[in-house]
């Protein structure tokens, strides 16, 4: 039998390019995209050169089961040692008594919350995905939503903020195990002391996640869910600008009695292997959040959210709840006559990127919604300051306040590549095969 050296392999050790050009192709474009538009999801930022190097690297070859010291296969020294960092490192960050680092995603890390003290048909109460819940909190159509009987608490329709004694009315009625005290579309402060003193009113559990505001709580900009949550999730990729995961984090009071089972709950209990290569950028990540460079963005951060919404609001938009306490805004916009989806489209076509948003008590369909959100992260990490959100605003109310006519249409985008061209996406370039990516640091901040 004949035994192929490995360069007779097919493809082995060519790059992307020579392999599959057409997703090469597709990845250049997308590249392209994101240097040349304003990215304004609230969920989306920008990785550093070092997490991106870090989740492309060889350690995706590595297959890791279990935790450190405890592994299913040999070979693990240094992806324990590397572990063992991250998790440091997450526990210091945070004030958290343990960190488990290997959910692939936040809603993964939900799920294996929910395994270690709910069984099936156990009441979750949770924010009203139209009020700014999340997914995973246990919409219908979801697997918690299956397994669990959830209900959902939503915002005062006339303040349209969380009322904790409203909450603790329902919670009383409902008797829930768990309590999920986060959100996913909700501008404000989320006051989890309130939150925790309704669990314990009722005997339930307290979940905090935090996947949009981690990199404030971290930066010690928002309320700590410590000591109050029995358990923490996050995801990594919002305003920590970490790589596509998710993390859980249990407190002192918590840690004694949860911690084996929130582990054995994501391995082997929601996912497989753990993501190697997910662990390095996500240690990078955090040695990353520590300097003091992470506080300064994410005050810069705030401040960007803010002057975007007071200058939406000087020239006629409506936001939910008046304001802003985050990364986050939700403009409503009934009284301009247009839904979300065609705002969001109308943004898009001159490469300004928002995404339809249902809002407290919509009247329209998911897929249609009566707003928008908008978030600063992704252009705070690009650089933009106070001078580009002014800018901005006056683009948003361009393209929205009015039908805009294609003289409008081309002067907006010429400004969008102004804007753009200030604060390029390149700091650093990596070159494949004769081809240049470029890539930026983060915390790129005006002086």
């Given amino acids: ?120 048909g156990d009441r979750i109460l949770g924010m009203d995905l139209g009020h700014g819940g999340h997914l995973s909190h246990g919409a219908k159509f979801t697997m918690t939503g299956k397994h669990y009987d959830c209900h959902f608490y939503q915002v ?115 996912q497989g292997a753990v993501h190697v290569h997910a662990i390095a950028a996500k240690a990078v990540m955090l040695k990353e959040a520590m300097s003091p460079n992470f506080v300064a963005y994410q005050r810069q951060n705030l401040e960007n959210s803010r002057i975007l919404a007071a200058d939406l609001m000087a020239r006629g938009f409506r936001l939910v709840s008046g304001g802003t306490d985050n990364h986050l805004i939700l403009l409503d916009l009934t009284e301009k006559g247009i839904t979300g989806k065609e705002a969001e489209n109308r943004l898009a076509s001159v490469r300004i990127t928002v995404n339809k948003n249902l809002l407290p008590y919509d009247s329209q369909k998911p897929t249609v919604c009566s707003g928008i959100r908008v978030g600063t992260s992704a252009i705070t990490t690009r650089g933009f300051g106070s001078e580009e959100i002014h800018c901005i605003a006056e683009l948003i109310d361009k393209m929205l306040s009015s039908e805009p006519t294609v003289n409008t249409i081309a002067k907006v985008q010429d400004e969008v590549s102004r804007l753009c061209g200030l604060h390029p996406h390149i700091d650093s370039i990596y070159e494949q095969n004769g081809h240049k990516f470029a890539l930026q640091s983060p915390y790129q901040l005006q002086n």
């Fill in 156 to 270: 005062d329709p006339d303040t349209e903020r969380l009322d904790y004694d409203r909450i603790l009315t329902q919670a009383k009625d409902i008797r829930p195990k768990l309590i999920i005290a986060g959100a996913s579309a909700y501008p404000r402060i989320i006051d989890f002391q309130s939150f925790r003193e309704i669990a314990d009113e009722v005997g339930a559990y307290l979940l905090a996640d935090i996947a949009h505001i981690s990199g404030l709580v971290a930066a010690g900009l928002h309320p700590s869910p410590f000591p109050h949550a029995h358990f923490v999730t996050t995801s990594t990729q919002k305003t920590m600008g970490g790589p596509r995961s998710g993390i859980i984090l249990l407190g002192e009071h918590s840690a004694p009695e949860f911690a084996r089972k929130i582990d054995s709950a994501v391995f082997p209990g929601v």
């Fill in 1 to 120: 039998m004949q035994v192929l050296d490995k360069t007779q392999l097919k493809n082995y050790g060519l790059g992307l390019n020579a392999v599959d050009p057409e997703v090469f192709d597709i990845i250049k474009r997308e590249h392209q995209r994101q240097k040349d538009n304003i990215e304004l999801i609230a969920s989306a930022n920008f990785v550093s050169r070092a997490v991106l190097e870090a989740t492309g690297s060889i350690l995706t070859n590595k297959v890791a089961e279990g935790y450190p010291g405890r592994r299913y296969f040999s070979g693990c020294e240094n992806i324990d040692e590397l572990e063992n960092l991250a998790i440091a490192r997450a526990k210091e960050l945070f004030g958290a008594a343990h960190a488990n680092l290997e959910p692939y995603t936040g809603s993964q890390a939900n799920q294996a919350v929910y395994l270690t003290v709910l069984k099936p």
